[in-house]
């Protein structure tokens, strides 16, 4: 049998690996709790903890390379405490300087626009916050890169700390209609 290919709205709380022997991970929650997915299967590229939304995941070790190692565009909608300005927006378009790996680090120009609606996604589990600490805005980032918690650095650096994130599309393949947890089988990724 080929190779198979899976699509996942990943919750809040969930690590984008499928089990750890790790002491600190014990009480953690897993992507093998969501699904039964096939052996070898792994998660395409990673969203943290704190993150939601789309996750790629194979059995084909090349198409994870291939998708992880090119500049394929990852699009996300990030909730971010304020009211976003267009100087802030024009900021993260042309390139912020964030640390990573003890180094600082300039993100590649990007796609940053601010959304007039806000997106229908379901409450998430643990609550944001509520309305008396002042207006959060939703905007919409679409990268080419992925450094560790890239998006959060690029918008707490321009003065607009990331509430809630969701990965909305890798490529050509979008979250589409998947209900938060839930899993799709998928013909080919690229």
């Not at 300087?97 to 300039?106: A, G």
């Not at 944001?128 to 679409?142: K, Y």
């Not at 707490?156 to 990965?167: D, E, H, Q, S, W």
Request: hydrophobic share 35%; glycine share 8%.
């Amino acid at each position: 049998m080929g190779h198979q290919h899976f699509k996942l709205f990943k919750p809040f709380g969930y690590l984008s690996q499928f089990l750890s022997n790790a002491r600190h991970e014990r009480n953690k929650k897993f992507l093998g709790e969501l699904h039964d997915f096939p052996p070898g299967t792994m998660a395409i590229g990673r969203l943290d903890k704190d993150s939601e939304g789309l996750l790629l995941l194979t059995t084909d070790g090349k198409v994870s390379a291939e998708i992880t190692g090119t500049n394929i565009e990852k699009e996300y909608y990030v909730q971010v405490d304020g009211e976003i300005t267009d100087q802030a927006l024009n900021a993260l378009r042309n390139g912020v300087d964030i640390s990573h790996n003890n180094e600082i680090y300039k993100t590649k120009p990007c796609n940053a626009h601010k959304l007039q609606i806000a997106p229908n996604f379901p409450e998430r589990s643990k609550r944001i916050r509520d309305e008396r600490h002042g207006p959060t805005s939703w905007i919409t980032i679409t990268i080419t890169e992925g450094k560790f918690r890239q998006v959060r650095k690029m918008t707490a650096k321009v003065g607009f700390p990331t509430l809630r994130l969701i990965r909305v599309r890798v490529g050509r393949i979008t979250l589409d209609n998947l209900k938060m947890g839930e899993v799709q089988s998928v013909l080919e990724l690229i």
